[in-house]
């Protein structure tokens, strides 16, 4: 069988390969060899600068030639790569070769040829190489998909921000409140852990097989060689430069990235069963496409699946990502290789995360308000009226307040007319009197519309 979509192991790579495509050349083992030979060629270039007697500083042009290796990267060059590393079984070997090359032809660089590579452990490349990669699918594709959501739910909290209700607290009719306030929730908590993502920083070292610079210095003694790599590491990668490891960098940022993004993903695990159990309600419709079918044998059914579907993959990706932060911070000793595959995965679970991100903004593009559905359920819960009429009871010194409103309304069935006969039994000021006669459960939501509409 060959190898195509719907042969595809992964439903990342088959299925939903098209909504996956802006994550591929990032998370892929492309783009894994794309940024070795972006580090590669950053180290060589200042290496020719640190003031080496036997490497000058490179010219412009072969500056140039370098960097445009990197920039002009091609899934033709990750092929020659692999077919490099069948021979040597080493990827970060073959990419050396490679570049060495690429060095055919430009005297300059075939002579310092040996640099390439110079001192460092295969560790120095990979953790800057997925630190890179990190740094490129958080700006690129995991923020903005995140970004769309808040911006559509800030949106709707603030284009519902005064239409009102029903809170269902344990299942339970509760104190009205607003869609939009709801909403505005869901923003606020989300917005929260958008930060915390973003301001992880990305930690990367290149300090050699111990990380104490022992080749390093076995070759130029009198050279400060951390200052040198926190040049590269920060300057020339733009990566955090971390100065205390053993072989690998240990991975803790990873593990703080991972569990931040985890924690937006409960969120809007939460959120996408808040709605799923909205539109079960009632309280949203959801708008119908030509040709779609619900269900194979009720042709009625008109589903939530686009937040199922990204309960699931929200599900998946945190399910993943707890594992990548718990495992990758524990080597043992200097270093084991436990850490190599499971980094191979990192793009399977921002993978699914995005994918989930991708239902859910599909999801509330579907999404329609049943202003209808939302009054008849307030108007058919008075009883929700009892707190309101309890509080201001207790406000003006009646006796009993809450135990009064609970033999007079709990399991009982509850109608405006009865609530009404209530209040004007009540011995109160005829002002408050009459606020409470004017209350009904859709006026009853405190600061709702404010609180949403400044979300």
Request: contains cysteine; neutral net charge; charged residues 20%.
């Amino acid at each position: 069988m060959t190898l195509s979509t719907i042969s595809a192991l992964s439903p990342l790579d088959g299925r939903y390969a098209g909504r996956l495509a802006p994550l591929r050349p990032l998370m892929s083992e492309y783009g894994l060899m794309h940024r070795r030979v972006q580090v590669e060629v950053e180290w060589f270039i200042a290496l020719s600068d640190a003031g080496f007697t036997e490497f000058k500083p490179l010219s412009e042009a072969s500056r140039g030639y370098l960097r445009g290796l990197v920039l002009r990267f091609a899934e033709a060059d990750a092929n020659a790569i692999k077919d490099i590393e069948r021979t040597t079984n080493h990827d970060v070997k073959a990419v050396e070769y490679w570049l060495k090359a690429k060095f055919k032809g430009h005297p300059e660089l075939e002579a310092a040829g040996e640099f390439v590579h110079f001192a460092c452990t295969s560790e120095d490349i990979n953790n800057t190489s997925h630190a890179l990669m990190l740094k490129g699918a958080r700006a690129d594709v995991l923020l903005p998909a995140l970004d769309k959501v808040i911006a559509t739910l800030r949106g709707m909290a603030h284009g519902l921000a005064d239409l009102p209700m029903l809170s269902r607290t344990h299942g339970q009719t509760a104190s009205p409140t607003t869609v939009g306030k709801e909403i505005a929730n869901v923003v606020a908590r989300l917005t929260a852990a958008r930060a915390r993502i973003a301001d992880v920083k990305l930690l990367a070292k290149m300090n050699g097989a111990v990380g104490n610079y022992n080749a390093h210095l076995a070759a130029y003694p009198a050279h400060d060689w951390q200052a040198f790599s926190r040049i590269v590491v920060e300057e020339r990668l733009g990566l955090t430069f971390n100065p205390y490891t053993i072989q690998i960098e240990p991975h803790d940022y990873m593990a703080e990235l991972f569990d931040a993004i985890t924690r937006a993903n409960t969120i809007l695990i939460d959120w996408s069963r808040d709605v799923w159990g909205y539109i079960s309600l009632g309280y949203f419709k959801q708008k119908l496409k030509d040709g779609e079918v619900g269900s194979s044998t009720m042709p009625h059914k008109v589903n939530p699946i686009d937040f199922e579907n990204a309960e699931g993959n929200f599900g998946i990706a945190s399910a993943l990502l707890t594992h990548l932060s718990q495992k990758l911070p524990v080597s043992r000793w200097q270093r084991d290789l436990t850490d190599s595959t499971v980094l191979r995965n990192m793009g399977v679970a921002l993978g699914y995360a995005v994918l989930g991100l991708d239902s859910l903004a599909k999801g509330l593009g579907k999404l329609e308000v049943n202003r209808a559905a939302l009054a008849a359920d307030l108007d058919g819960a008075w009883e929700v009226m009892a707190e309101a009429i309890q509080t201001v009871m207790r406000r003006h010194g009646l006796p009993e307040p809450y135990e009064q409103l609970k033999a007079f309304t709990r399991g009982q069935p509850m109608t405006r007319e009865l609530m009404l006969g209530f209040i004007e039994k009540l011995d109160l000021p005829a002002d408050e009197k009459a606020r409470l006669l004017a209350m009904t459960p859709a006026s009853y939501t405190g600061l709702a519309t404010t609180l949403a509409g400044r979300i």
